[in-house]
């Protein structure tokens, strides 16, 4: 039996991260959460994630933060990102995405069936 791949959710609506984990278990999927970007880098290098669904606008360490530090980590510079936003595809930075090695951003809200086809995209990766 294939062992489940992990995705770890950061988002500092509590709401949202029920509502994404639940969603993503039901789909055979290994969740994790963190409720802000510093508990996601100390939770990221034990539970070596096989995506992180990282929010960029959070209070305190945005996900454009929390992903450069991922990038200049050795353990966890491989780990794929998919940024979850509020900010529409104007107000984005495909520089930055670039640089960050970021897979796709997904816009919220969201279509439930859009996400895991997206998520699962980009674990497949």
Same mark, same amino acid.
């Given at each position: 039996?294939?062992?489940?791949?992990?995705?770890?959710?950061?988002?500092?609506?509590?709401?949202?991260?029920?509502?994404?984990?639940?969603?993503?278990?039901?789909?055979?999927?290994?969740?994790?959460?963190?409720?802000?970007?510093?508990?996601?880098?100390?939770?990221?290098?034990?539970?070596?994630?096989? /995506?992180?669904? @990282?929010? !960029?606008?959070?209070?305190?360490? %945005?996900?454009? $933060?929390?992903?450069?530090? &991922? *990038?200049?980590?050795?353990?966890?510079?491989?780990?794929?990102?998919?940024?979850?936003?509020?900010?529409?595809?104007?107000?984005?930075?495909?520089?930055? /995405?670039?640089? @960050?090695? !970021?897979?796709?951003?997904?816009? %919220?809200?969201? $279509?439930?069936?859009?996400? &895991? *086809?997206?998520?699962?995209?980009?674990?497949?990766?």
């Amino acid at each position: 039996m294939p062992k489940k791949k992990k995705i770890m959710v950061v988002d500092d609506e509590e709401n949202l991260l029920i509502l994404i984990r639940d969603l993503l278990d039901s789909k055979g999927f290994d969740v994790v959460t963190a409720g802000n970007g510093r508990e996601a880098l100390e939770i990221i290098e034990n539970e070596k994630p096989d /995506l992180l669904l @990282l929010d !960029i606008m959070m209070p305190g360490m %945005k996900g454009t $933060d929390v992903a450069k530090k &991922i *990038r200049e980590t050795p353990k966890t510079r491989k780990t794929k990102i998919v940024f979850l936003t509020i900010l529409k595809s104007k107000e984005i930075n495909y520089r930055t /995405l670039k640089k @960050l090695m !970021i897979l796709d951003y997904i816009t %919220k809200p969201f $279509d439930n069936n859009d996400l &895991i *086809r997206r998520i699962e995209w980009a674990v497949s990766r």
